[in-house]
């Protein structure tokens, strides 16, 4: 047993695993190995041995036939010959002693499938006349597309625009009632220049007082409460001290030309009566402390 032991190789020495780098490509060292070198032989051998189509040839024999010239021995060379050709020569109609003909024979257009004469060419046009259609299809999208998004930005602007003076009406109403009632006064200089709310009345809320001072509600800011307060037809509308006012006008249906004026009047009023200013969030001293120290008479100034 011992000697046959040392007999047999071990495959984790140092000797066998040094000997593993000095292997040729494509000497074989085992049965598997001498297998696996067999069949890529025969991979190679198949590759190698590969028969070309019947068209390939076909091509390749006419290429070389072509690429050859006329021999003098043809018989239509000999025909050409009695005619007074020579070898050089051009066949056409000869003008001022110049020909314009044919230097060489005209190219071979073989067709290789099924389909009529003329289809291609039919096929091509068609195929141009699609990739037209397509083309201006996609134009005309990208056109709608351009003035979609040129709508929405508009919109988008006109909605802030809205928003934004809307806001500062309300906020000047608010601050017109509380500086007009500082200096006494029982009723705005113009309807509108106070917030005005919709009286409730004692069927609307059991727990209502029964004087004349109403629960307030809040301003029509929401679509909601601007529906609620015209739907009501027989409602009644008061400033906060309980004085009767007009009914509130719904602000976002009126145009932006008119909200703007609406704007700049009340702004005018605070300004020259109260020496506010409604975005500068401040009440000033004196004109000449107003005119210096405020940036201008518009939201625009101020930013």
Known sequence: MASGSESEEDYMSAEFLASLGDVKPG??????????????????????????????????????????????????????????????????????????????????D???????????AEEEKQRKDRVEAHMKHMKERAAMHNVLVGDFRKRKRNQDEYKIIIGDIMKSRKACHELDTRNELALPTEDWHWPIYRERKAADDPLASTSRVPRRRDLPFSDDDEDHQHDDED?????????????????????????????????????????????????????????????????CDHE
């Open 235 to 299: 409602a009644t509308y008061v400033y906060a001290n309980g004085k009767p006012a007009p009914k509130e006008e719904r602000l976002r249906e009126l145009p932006l030309e008119q909200l703007d004026e609406k704007l700049r009047s009340i702004t005018e009023h605070l300004r020259a009566m109260h020496l506010y200013c409604v975005w500068c969030g401040h009440q000033y001293e004196s004109e000449i402390e107003l005119e210096d120290q405020c940036p201008g008479v518009t939201r």
């Open 110 to 120: 073989l067709k290789t499938n099924r389909t009529g004469l003329g289809h291609e």
């Open 27 to 108: 000497v074989s060292k085992s049965r598997e190995h001498r297998r696996q070198l067999k069949l890529h032989e025969k991979r190679e051998g198949m590759l190698s041995t590969k028969v070309p189509k019947k068209s390939e040839l076909e091509k390749a024999k006419r290429d070389e036939v072509l690429a050859k010239p006329i021999s003098s021995e043809s018989k239509g060379f000999a025909l050409l010959a009695k005619m007074g050709y020579k070898p050089g020569m051009k066949l056409g109609v000869q003008k001022d002693g110049m020909s314009n003909g044919l230097a060489e024979p005209l190219p071979l």
